[in-house]
């Protein structure tokens, strides 16, 4: 028969290596991931670069546009002309225009870069570009 006081040593020593192991475990993992309280498990960090790399390839997404649609001839009616602008992040894309008249219409493409165009912009492929700005 073992005394009292001996089973309870023995608990008391196998609670506290079994705590020294715990606290052992939990830095090897913390380590792993990073240090300190603020350390962030590994799929958040590698989500958080998944997301960095999404924002970089939308920048030249030509993701902001706008239509413009009026009357290019006093008169003609129903706004059958258009201009539409089809920019990405820094500004650079196209602008396309098509001028309907009684007879024909007419369709142009003009190069933007920085938000603006070497060649000369009517008021409204102006408007639209203006529109698509965000």
């Not at 001996?6 to 192991?21: F, G, Q």
């Not at 939990?26 to 590994?42: F, I, N, V």
């Not at 670069?49 to 009026?70: F, P």
């Amino acid at each position: 028969m073992v005394p009292d006081n001996l089973t309870a040593s023995l608990a008391l020593l196998v609670a506290v290596i079994a705590l020294v192991l715990a606290v052992l475990a939990l830095r090897r993992g913390a380590s792993a991931r990073g240090s300190g309280p603020d350390a962030l498990p590994e799929d958040v960090v590698g989500l958080r670069r998944e997301v960095a790399a999404l924002k970089a390839e939308t920048r030249t997404a030509l993701r902001h546009l706008a239509v413009v649609r009026y009357d290019a001839f006093g008169d003609m009616g129903g706004h059958l002309s258009w201009s539409v602008a089809l920019l990405d992040d820094a500004g650079d894309g196209v602008v396309l225009s098509s001028i309907h008249g009684r007879s024909d219409a007419r369709t142009y493409a003009k190069s933007i870069s920085g938000w603006t165009c070497e060649q000369q912009l009517s008021p409204e492929e102006d408007e639209a570009i203006a529109h698509a700005r965000p």
